[in-house]
């Protein structure tokens, strides 16, 4: 069964450094998504993407954040400059139509210290 | 603003008893709704969907939920709960033609005792 990826696993990064998240969606998705968890807080959603470009994005989503498709397969979520607050379990989610299910990655656990 | 409620944070059952898991949205727009499950240090996995069509969906597992658009509800039941069901449970809204974002509510630990 086709199933959503991401790498790493686990990050561990100083404050201030980039980091770069990557997530392969399923291979016939066209619709992306990034979320968070803060430990013991709901899933936030980050940004959505479609057709290479970003549909919409939170006010989490700031400067500090991007996204990109630099290929057939693989998704990015960059962060700039990593702050304490970053600390967070990200979440890559594609679909085959908007607004409809939507497919997890077992997601990537970010630490900045 | 649209918001999802799960009004129980936590949920101690026994095992084989009858569970439901409450889930409020505020919505005056058509809605599509899902339940997710997290299993401890996993990531979200689809329980069940509500699209279209009949009020009662079955989803993995054994569980089913029920929309009721007039209370705005979207309660997830099970009528036999297992040890193995022991996870946190999402539930989650997109709305029609508003770019398909999933807003989450806060979570609720089921807790299945033997």
């Known amino acids: 069964e086709p199933e959503v990826t991401q790498t790493p696993s686990h990050q561990v990064t100083q404050m201030g450094q980039e980091v770069i998240l990557r997530c392969v969606p399923i291979?016939?998705?066209?619709?992306f998504y990034w979320y968070r968890q803060i430990l013991g807080q709901k899933v936030e959603f980050l940004v959505s993407?479609?057709?290479?470009?970003?549909?919409?994005k939170s006010e989490i989503f700031d400067d500090q954040f991007s996204v990109e498709r630099p290929d057939g397969s693989n998704f990015t979520l960059k962060i700039r400059s990593t702050k304490l607050e970053d600390s967070a379990m990200y979440f890559c989610?594609?679909?085959?139509?908007?607004?409809?299910?939507?497919?997890f990655g077992p997601g990537t656990r970010l630490t900045v210290t | 603003a649209q918001s999802v409620t799960q009004l129980d944070s936590q949920v101690p059952v026994f095992e084989e008893a009858p569970v439901e898991l409450r889930c409020n949205y505020s919505?005056?727009?058509?809605?599509?709704l899902f339940w997710y499950v997290q299993y401890p240090n996993q990531g979200l996995q689809l329980l069940l969907k509500?699209?279209?069509?009949?009020?009662l969906v079955k989803g993995i597992n054994g569980f089913e939920a029920e929309f009721n658009k007039s209370q705005t509800s979207f309660h997830l039941r099970k009528p036999s709960v297992h040890i193995s069901d022991t996870a946190e449970y999402f539930c989650?809204?997109?709305?029609?033609?508003?770019?398909?974002?999933?807003?989450f509510g806060q979570g609720t630990e089921l807790s299945v005792k033997p």
């Open positions: 989610a594609s679909s085959a139509r908007p607004s409809r299910e939507q497919y």
């Open positions: 291979s016939n998705h066209l619709y």
């Open positions: 993407f479609y057709n290479n470009e970003i549909s919409e």
């Open positions: 919505s005056s727009v058509s809605v599509y």
């Open positions: 509500y699209l279209s069509g009949s009020t």
């Open positions: 989650a809204v997109s709305y029609y033609n508003q770019g398909g974002k999933l807003i």
